[in-house]
Every structure is written in C-alpha cells, then in structure tokens.
C-alpha cells in the first residue's frame, strides 16, 4: 500500500470506531480488516515473481529477503482493530460466578466416538470425556509418557511381547442413563478389551485400525471372523482374542506377535480411549454425539458446526496439579507450579467454538470472548515485532505467549491408485514435474512467515531419521527440470494432460494457497483445479480414496518417526493411514522389519532409507514442520500448550466471571 492510501484508510477506521453497538463494531470492521487482508494475500498468491526474485506487495517492490519485513500499513490497521475490541467481552448470565474456560476449534468436530474421530479436533474435543490408559507429563519436556488410568507402568516380559497392566481402582464411568438407576460403574478389564475390539467392527468405520494391525496375537485373525459373519449378525464382542487376557477386574495382561516398543504410545492415543458397553448399546447409533467417559467434563450440548458445552464431571476421582520434580525445573516457567498440589479440575465448564475462518476466532479472541488463541498468520506481524516479542499493545493487554514447535508433517500428497498421477511409471515423472514445480519456499513465506521449517521426507525434525538440508533431487522451483519430466511423461507443456483436482480443507487462506500453488504449476503447463473441503468431507474422500492430490497436515502421534513411516506402509492405505494408498514391497519389507526394533544407530539407518523411498517416489512433496503460536488473555492460569495430546486441558484455570 503506498503511503498516499495510508491517511485515509486509518481515518475512515478510526471514524467507524465508535459507531453502533460492540457486536456490531467488531462485524464492521473485521468485515474490513478481513477484506484488506484478503486481497493482499491473494495479490500475493497470483503475483509471478520475476527473474530477479522480486515480487510486489501492496504495490511496493520488495526482494524475497525483506519480506518478512512487517507492513507498516497492515500494522496499524490491525492495531486500530485490536484497540476497538479489546474491551468488548460479553460474559453469558448463565456464567457469573463460574469458572468457564471458552476455546477455539479451527475445524468442525466430526466425531465424538474414539474409534471414529480421526481428527485433532475430534480428538481435542473427546480429550475432556473420554481417557486413555496413558497420557504425558503435564509440565515435563522432552515429553514423558506416564500412566493415566493404571497404577504404574505396564510389567514387560524378557520377549518383550507381554505387556502386564494394573488398573486403578476408584475410576468410574460418569453417571448416566445408560447405567443402572444412572450411577455410573467402576471400569474393568473387561471395559480395556471391549473399547479395543470396537476397533475391528467396521460397522463404525474405524479410522485407527492401523495402529492395532498385524500386532497383537489373535486380533487380525478375530477382526477376520466378525467380518465374515452373516448378514445381519451382530458383532461378537464376546468371542475371544488370543492376545487378549484378563486375570481378574483390575488386572490384565496383551500379547504380542512380536516387540513393538512404541505399544505404549499407542495406548496413549484418543483413539485407544475406554468407553463402556452399555453406553454403546444403550445409545446406538447417537453414540457418535453421547459420550460417556470417566474424564474431568461431560457433554452438555453439541451444536455441530458451532459449538460443544462442557461441564465439570461431579463423579471425577481425586486427582491433582503435578508437582515439581526434585531435580532443576529446567526449561518450565516455575510458575506453572503454583497450582502445584492442588484437586483438579478446576474449571467448572468448557466451551468449544468452531471457527473455520481465522478472523472471527480473532477478533472474538481480542475481544476476551475467547481465553486462549493460536495465532492466525495474516496476523503474525501485526502481532508480534521483529524481535519475536509481543507488541507492547497486547502485552499491555496482560495478554501471555508460548511458541511450541510442533513435530509436524504438512505435505501435498498424491492418491497412488489414480490411473494418472498414481503408479510408478509415468504417473511417478508426474508427480516429480509438480514438486519441481512448487516453491516451498515461497509458500512458507507468504502464509507462515517463514516460521516453518521446510524440509525432505515424512520425518520431522525433532526425531531420528531427520535430515537437515536440500535431500531432494525434486525440491523446487526447478522449471526446466519439471518440464523435461513432462515431456518424457508423454505430456510436452502439459498438453492432453487433464486437470489435477485439488482437495484442501475450506477456511484461513487455503484459497490464497490454492491459487498460489495453481499459479506455480501453470509455469510447466499443470492445469490445478482446486476444491475446498470442509475437514469431514476431506477426510471423507480420504478415506474413500476419493481425492486426486490433496494437502494436509499430520500431528506426530508419539515422539517416533516410526509413526510417520507407518504412513506410507502398504496395509495402511486408506480407510487406514495411509491416505496415498502408497504400495512399495521393498519399503513395506523394512517396515515391517524397523517396527520391533529398539532405537539404535541401525534403526536410524533404515528410517533414513525409507526417508529416502518417499523422497524419490513422490507420493508425497513439500514437507514443513509448523511453530504453533499460542497467545491467552490474562483470566487463564496454567497455560502449557501441546498437540501431541489434548488432555492438559484439565489443568487449566480461569477467573470467576464477575
């Protein structure tokens, strides 16, 4: 923007400032805001950048290395909105005098079953209800995993294939109708073996069969059975699975079919939560939106697509803040230890809202509609100086940070069965020709500040089998190189090469990213047809092996790369986790070999080959690993943020809504 639009622009919002009611100030002038910030980025997205690197940015010339420079006009457009709205909270009567923490989701919750959830905002959701046998120190980095429902980590046997679990005693299912005069029961063993075999009943549509397949002894060959059962026939929950042994109600040991060191983590993980029988039966087919849990919350209410209502779970045992360990507290701000002792939980309610677009999750945010909120990048720099720090206005605010590094894969994959682009013939040249084509680095720029850490492969930094540095011979923007692959395809500038149809999720910029990827691949002749999604109807298609070329963003379940390797292992392939349905014998052979491994220098060694596999097969290209910029308004206590598990929500605090 040049510095004559300037003036005017500030003037005419200042003069709307005070206009009209509050709800009716933040409409108008995030309507305007949004606006602006649309059409820079879309500016952006569809701007060819010259040979001399240069692109233009609101009208002014700027080189690639001074784009992170912050925009002085965007700046002080977004400072006028967030002093228009940091005073405007409008508190629900049904709240004063109750301790309500108000969330975000930036995607529709599709599921509120575990074995169905397949998401990180189902599973955010499930996290207040439902629990796992496992979850992680609250408060220790590098994460810890520690037991959640047992009294002590599971006994191992010299084979490393039995695993012999305890559980706590005094853990109810919360009270419900579906329970006996509504009082809810203690769990069992039994409740630990029911919850896993839901998992093998597809008549759920299970989405983390992967994480059980070919592991434990009996399992496959008992999903096998059910699945041959009559039409009609109900599911035997009541047939028994090899592996599966239970010695009484508390105690109870699983077998494997061979060492899996990571058997713990999966334990750990939403999909593994333990739910009980007679709320599945008891509910059927509502099961989906009736969860019934023995975590710190119950539902309430869930208007789907909008928000989820939670309240303290009154049958929630005695359970407490973690104290400090007696070594250094390293790294951990000690006052996070404030609460060290005290009965948890101590919120009274959570309420989730669903924001599919960035700017009204803001703007409610600015407005201390919303306690906490990730930072939306077309914000970044009016938030943040150059320095990293907060800008004093938000600071002043009382307004708090933490930037956690997330173990990340975002990617752009392919579906490996599409007659085109799949295979390994000329579909692989093709999919070689569109990473050429792509600038990540650009990407990352306009839509993440440059905040991501691009890198080659499925494995993030942060776990053996990374590599720092170019490993790709396909890393673009190499033009030339792409356009050779085409014509060796059989498709000279792309010609009588369909369109490729492109399945992202709706909302934040993934329109400016569509058009920008759109226009980068219009340079070797690739006609991109983009098609946007809400997060249910992507991972839809996903699973239906539906969706040509598609982007998505996988959140490391456990701190192994194993997890992203098992990606692209051929029996994963979709409804599993291997959306590219990607099929390569010698990759699935050191898979299946690298799985019962200890962590060695021989272990990394194969990670890095496989590494290598998915580099030049390309089922998958542009890898980036996000920083997840957090900020909370002052009422919230005890904010240590991460995603590779949802249940730190329970210790989280807020003030009393006056």
């Known amino acids: 923007m040049s510095d004559a639009k300037k003036g005017p622009l500030r003037e005419f919002l200042a003069s709307q400032i005070f206009v009209g009611s509050s709800g009716k100030i933040l409409s108008h002038i ?10 820079r980025r879309q500016k952006r997205a569809m701007t060819t950048i010259s040979p001399k690197n240069t692109t233009h940015l609101d009208s002014v010339a700027v080189t690639a290395g001074d784009r992170r420079k912050p925009n002085l006009a965007l700046v002080g457009t977004i400072a006028v909105i967030f002093l228009a709205t ?9 709240e004063i005098g109750k301790k309500i ?66 559980l706590k005693k005094g853990i109810n299912f919360q009270d419900d109708p579906c329970f006996p005069n509504g009082k809810g029961r203690e769990i069992t063993s039994n409740d630990v073996f029911f919850s896993m075999k839901r998992m093998a009943d597809r008549a759920n549509s299970p989405k983390g069969w992967w994480i059980y397949n070919d592991r434990i002894v009996g399992f496959d060959e008992f999903r096998a059975k059910q699945d041959e059962r009559p039409v009609g026939a109900p599911f035997n929950f009541d047939e028994p699975v090899e592996g599966f042994e239970i ?26 939560a333990i739910v009980s029988r007679e709320a599945v039966e008891y509910y059927k087919e509502e099961f989906d939106s009736h969860p019934v ?26 359970e407490f803040y973690p104290s400090p360990p007696p070594s250094a507290l390293g790294n951990v701000d000690p006052s996070l230890y404030q609460a060290a002792g005290k009965r948890i939980p101590f919120l009274d309610g959570i309420v989730m809202y669903v924001y599919e677009q960035d700017q ?18 077309e914000y970044f720099d009016s938030i943040y100086c150059p320095n990293g720090n907060l800008r004093s206005q938000l600071s002043a605010d009382g307004i708090q940070n933490y930037n956690l590094e997330l173990i990340d894969f975002i ?19 093709l999919r070689q020709a569109v990473s050429l084509a792509t600038d990540i680095n650009e990407i990352n720029d306009a839509f993440y500040n440059n905040t991501c850490v691009v890198y080659d492969g499925p494995i993030p930094p942060g776990l053996d089998g990374y590599k720092k540095g170019i490993l790709s011979p396909y890393r673009g923007p190499q033009i030339d190189k792409a356009k050779a692959l085409l014509v060796k395809a059989g498709y000279p500038n792309g010609k009588g090469l369909p369109p490729l149809v492109f399945e992202t999720s709706r909302g934040g910029n993934s329109q400016e990213q569509g058009d920008m990827l759109a226009r980068q691949l219009k340079a070797i002749g690739v006609e991109l047809l983009p098609n946007y999604n809400s997060f249910p109807e992507l991972d839809r298609k996903l699973k239906r092996k539906k969706a040509q070329f598609f982007s998505l963003a996988w959140g490391t379940d456990y701190p192994d790369a194993e997890n992203n390797l098992a990606l692209f292992y051929g029996p994963n392939e979709a409804p599993g986790s291997n959306n590219f349905n990607y099929k390569n014998p010698a990759y699935d052979a050191l898979y299946e070999k690298i799985r019962t491994m200890d962590p060695s220098a021989e272990r990394t060694a194969i990670y890095e080959k496989m590494r290598d596999m998915v580099i030049e097969d390309v089922p998958a290209y542009g890898s980036m690993a996000r920083i997840r910029y957090y900020v909370w308004n002052s009422r919230l206590k005890n904010m240590f943020p991460e995603e590779t598990w949802y249940g730190w929500h329970k210790y989280l605090d807020v003030e009393v809504e006056p």
Request: charged fraction near 20%.
């Open 247 to 272: 010695i009484d109600d508390y105690r109870f040991r699983i077998h494997l079919k061979q060492p899996f060191p990571q058997f713990t983590y999966i334990l750990a993980m939403q999909y593994t």
């Open 86 to 94: 940091a005073n405007c909270k409008q508190t629900d009567p049904n």
């Open 411 to 429: 990617y752009r994959g392919f579906n490996m069965e599409d007659p085109i682009w799949g295979g390994f013939g000329n579909g692989k040249l």
């Open 30 to 39: 995030g309507n305007m805001a949004q606006g602006f910030l649309r059409a």
């Open 360 to 377: 009204p999750m803001w703007l409610k945010f600015r407005a201390k509609d919303l306690d906490y909120s990730q930072v939306p990048a």
């Open 101 to 166: 923490l108000h969330m975000p989701l930036r995607s529709k919750v599709s599921s509120l079953d575990p074995v169905r959830g397949g998401t990180s905002y189902s599973s955010l959701a499930q996290s207040v209800v439902y629990e796992a046998l496992f979850e992680y120190d609250y408060l220790a980095r590098p994460l810890r995993l520690i037991p959640r429902l047992l009294e002590a980590m599971p006994s191992v046997d010299p084979s490393k294939t039995i695993y012999e679990f305890t």
């Open 293 to 318: 849990g023995t975590g710190p919350f119950r539902l309430v209410k869930w208007i789907r697509g909008s928000k989820l209502i939670f309240e303290k779970n009154p049958t929630f045992r005695e």
